[in-house]
């Protein structure tokens, strides 16, 4: 069985699993993986909820296209999981289906708000949002969002999508 493409990018809002499906995607394929988010902390050397707090949201979007092209740049095969913002802004999107496959990770706001309603306080567009707050914001901006991960090549739409559903769905398109 041949694997078509070594470049793969996870995209989707917070809480669709990028971090947690991303690196188990890479074990199970022998890649690297790359978390964008981790990328950015430690480059700065601060967390994210830090950098939106000292440097704003602006900076943020910079630093993360900034290392965005550093991974792009990276010849090995790899697992990318995006920050939820990433394909949304600059040419992220564009850089990102010149380079290998897009797979959009998507959920429905009522379960994307269960999950993060527990993992709100690392997430600072979150942070400080009641469940009813959560389910609002998250259908407004998925609505915004939406038209930018729709150019994912692939689209995976469930309540629980495993790994086993990505490999699935990577070597059939091959
Ligand atoms: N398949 C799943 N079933 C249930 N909970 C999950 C699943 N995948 C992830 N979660 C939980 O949802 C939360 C968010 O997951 P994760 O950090 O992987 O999301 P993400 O897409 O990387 O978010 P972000 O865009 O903020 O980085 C975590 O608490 C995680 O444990
Ligand atoms: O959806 C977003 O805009 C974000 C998602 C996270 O992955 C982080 O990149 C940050 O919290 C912003
Ligand atoms: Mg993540």
Redesign the pocket.
């Given at each position: 069985m041949k694997l078509i493409q070594h470049k793969i990018f996870l995209l989707g809002f917070m809480g669709c699993g990028?971090?947690t499906l991303g690196k188990k995607l890479a074990n199970k394929l022998g890649f690297q993986f790359f978390?964008l988010?981790k990328c950015i902390e430690e480059k700065v050397q601060m967390s994210i909820t830090d950098i939106f707090k000292t440097k704003g949201e602006e900076q943020f979007r910079k630093l993360e296209s900034d290392e965005l092209i550093n991974i792009l740049n990276s010849n090995d095969n790899y697992v990318v999981?995006l920050?939820g913002g990433a394909p949304c802004f600059n040419e992220n999107m564009d850089l990102i289906n010149n380079s290998g496959t897009s797979i959009y990770l998507k959920y429905n706001e009522g379960i994307l708000a269960s999950r993060l309603i527990n993992a709100k306080a690392e997430r600072p567009l979150i942070v400080n949002k009641t469940k009813e707050e959560l389910i609002d914001f998250i259908a407004k901006l998925l609505k915004e969002r939406e038209q930018y991960y729709l150019k994912s090549k692939l689209v995976i739409e469930g309540t629980n999508i495993t790994v086993n559903e990505v490999t699935d769905l990577l070597f059939k398109d091959s």
């Open positions: 990028k971090s978390d988010d999981a920050g």
